[in-house]
């Protein structure tokens, strides 16, 4: 009996099988929770695939040669863009194309056009079947996710080149023509005057000796801009360009186009291969009486024919006017800033206050200054216009011309050039920075 008690003791202290019971009950949470940590990790992984695939799907459907980009330029209003919507959808599924470990329950693409930006969003939902899950009844897991991406449509401008052709840009381009032309002329003249009542005229012999004028170089220069801005364009009706001149001669002064505000910049370059220097009559002109640099009529003339500005759509373009001169006006004495004593003629610096009128209107206006050079052989320049386009210690960027023909641009659209090598590249540039700041202003 007493062997029986001791057995029944030992067995009532012994607590082994205790471990055996634990670990049992232990086991199957620690194996869901494994589990659980694969699938989720699992899931991530296909989650982060299909983010990729989403991210590029939004952002190829708004790149710049996309279906839906090009759609969108084409767009009068704002609203949806299904050929991006298209275009995103296919995109994703080439990304996802001959992957597996899931089903997609849904792509969803959205492009819309609000005001000048293109918004693109991707959404995406697909079940991820479970591994160990499934023992506790998840027999999957769900996975979305959301891709947007916006680029900011370019901006429609129209461009007004406003081109002085009056006798003074027939001077000759650069010193060395000067002297060519100085040394074939009886009286020393550097200018190229396009005289109808002398056969001999200046026009004719600068032609002759090959001589390089301010408005051959401004001929050339602005063809070159027509094919700068058909380069630049992303949309073929992107820019509108329109060309204007001082008028074909004394006889029909005043504000000529040349070439009506278009979207054909080929037809431009065409047009601006017509642009040439103003035909007068003789000395004292009967029609002006040599005043034919009016700036004081042609700036309100090209103001009346800019339309109002708009925030840059292709219903709403921005406006950009191209002033290019030499600066001085020739014109009735009551309408410039420094009248000749004794007579009804003006010849000065352009008045800013011309310019400040247009830009009230919200068009910026970019000015290339072609630089008057000085003619110490000519006695009218050296008594009229030499005076101001003086410096504290000679021909300066700092004279008056200088001055007020830069007050004239608006802010940061100002150069000034040689004669001949710089215009064609400064025109270029001020295309170019127009286009820039037309960004970053809107």
């Known amino acids: 009996m007493s062997t029986l008690i001791r057995t029944i003791s030992r067995f009532r202290r012994d607590r082994s099988g205790n471990i055996a019971m634990t670990f049992g009950l232990v086991l199957l949470p620690l194996v869901v929770a494994v589990g659980c940590a694969v699938d989720y990790s699992r899931a991530n992984q296909i989650r982060s695939k299909l983010i990729s695939a989403a991210d590029a799907a939004s952002v190829g459907a708004v790149a710049k040669q996309s279906p839906g980009f090009i759609a969108a330029g084409a767009m009068t209003s704002d609203g949806e863009i299904s ?6 959808r296919k995109i994703f599924s080439g990304n996802v194309f001959n992957q597996n470990g899931f089903t997609l329950t849904s792509v969803t693409p959205t492009m819309t056009k609000s005001g000048g930006t293109i918004t693109s969003t991707v959404r995406f939902t697909a079940d991820v079947p479970t591994m160990f899950l499934g023992v506790i009844g998840q027999s999957k897991m ?6 947007t991406a916006t680029a900011n449509m370019p901006l429609y401008i129209d461009f007004y080149l406003l081109l002085d052709n009056s006798p ?22 550097a200018f190229a005057c396009h005289d109808y009542n002398d056969a001999n005229n200046y026009y004719n012999l600068a032609k002759s000796l090959g001589v390089t004028t301010r408005i051959d170089v401004l001929r050339s220069a602005t063809q070159q801009l027509m094919d700068t801005a058909a380069n630049t364009a ?4 992107q820019y509108r360009m329109a060309i204007y001149d001082f008028g074909a001669s004394s006889a029909t002064i005043g504000l000529r186009a040349l070439f009506t505000l278009s979207t054909s910049l080929s ?10 220097l103003m ?21 309100p ?3 009346n024919a800019i339309s109002a500005p708009g925030p840059g759509t292709s219903a709403a373009p921005m406006k950009y006017l191209f002033f290019v001169s030499d600066g001085v006006a020739d014109e009735p004495n009551s309408s410039c800033l420094k009248p000749i004593t004794g007579s009804n003629r003006c010849q000065s610096p352009i008045n800013p206050a011309l310019c400040d009128a247009i830009k009230k209107r919200n068009i910026k206006i970019a000015v290339l200054y072609t630089t008057y050079l000085q003619l110490p052989t000519n006695n009218w320049y050296m008594t009229w216009i030499d005076p101001f386009n003086q410096g504290p210690f000679g021909p300066s960027p700092n004279s008056q011309i200088a001055q007020n023909m830069q007050a004239c641009a608006s802010p940061g659209f100002y150069f000034e050039v040689s004669p001949t090598q710089g215009i064609a590249d400064a025109m270029k540039a001020l295309f170019k920075k127009a286009v820039a700041d037309a960004r970053i202003s809107s």
């Open 83 to 88: 050929a991006g919507e298209a275009d995103a």
């Open 142 to 147: 769900t996975v979305t996710g959301t891709s």
């Open 168 to 189: 003074s840009m027939g001077v000759a381009a650069t010193p060395a023509d000067v002297t060519k032309m100085v040394n074939n002329t009886p009286d020393q003249c």
């Open 234 to 237: 992303t949309y073929a009706s």
């Open 267 to 276: 037809s431009a370059k065409t047009a601006a291969g017509n642009i040439d």
């Open 279 to 299: 035909g007068v009559y003789g000395n004292n002109d009967s029609y002006t009486a040599d005043k034919d640099s009016q700036f004081s009529t042609v700036l």
């Open 301 to 303: 003339a090209i103001s």
